[in-house]
């Protein structure tokens, strides 16, 4: 797998169902942050993006951004809604996120979603 990974052109990761950096090739430790180097808990592109001012100064629209991770948690929520791991992220992020961002989605009735 890394080696198909540092064989592509662009950066490139692959994350698990909790966002986690699964794998990462050099350009996108190059261009998000070097996700090998952190602590293992902080292997997180969610928590990079919320969490982490340089995800902030890196994206041009970081709103967006942020709006595409918290649609891909809502995402695997649905599908896992018994993890637990996955459930004290969202609890983190909600808690920790200073923007705000987190806050309104996960606290809206998830059938009364705006698509």
């Not at 990974?5 to 070097?34: E, Y």
């Not at 292997?43 to 991770?69: P, T």
């Not at 929520?77 to 018994?82: E, L, S």
């Amino acid at each position: 797998m890394y080696r198909a990974l540092d064989a592509l052109a662009v950066p490139a990761m692959v994350l698990g169902r909790r966002m986690d950096i699964l794998a990462a090739n050099r350009l996108g430790s190059a261009v998000f942050t070097d996700f090998q180097a952190r602590p293992h808990r902080e292997r997180n592109f969610a928590r990079f993006v919320f969490l982490d001012e340089a995800a902030h100064k890196l994206y041009a629209d970081w709103e967006k951004a942020a709006g595409d991770c918290v649609a891909t948690l809502y995402l695997y929520a649905g599908r896992h809604p018994d993890d637990p791991q996955l459930n004290e992220l969202i609890g983190e992020l909600s808690l920790r996120s200073d923007d705000g961002e987190i806050h309104e989605p996960f606290g809206q009735d998830p059938d009364r979603m705006p698509l």
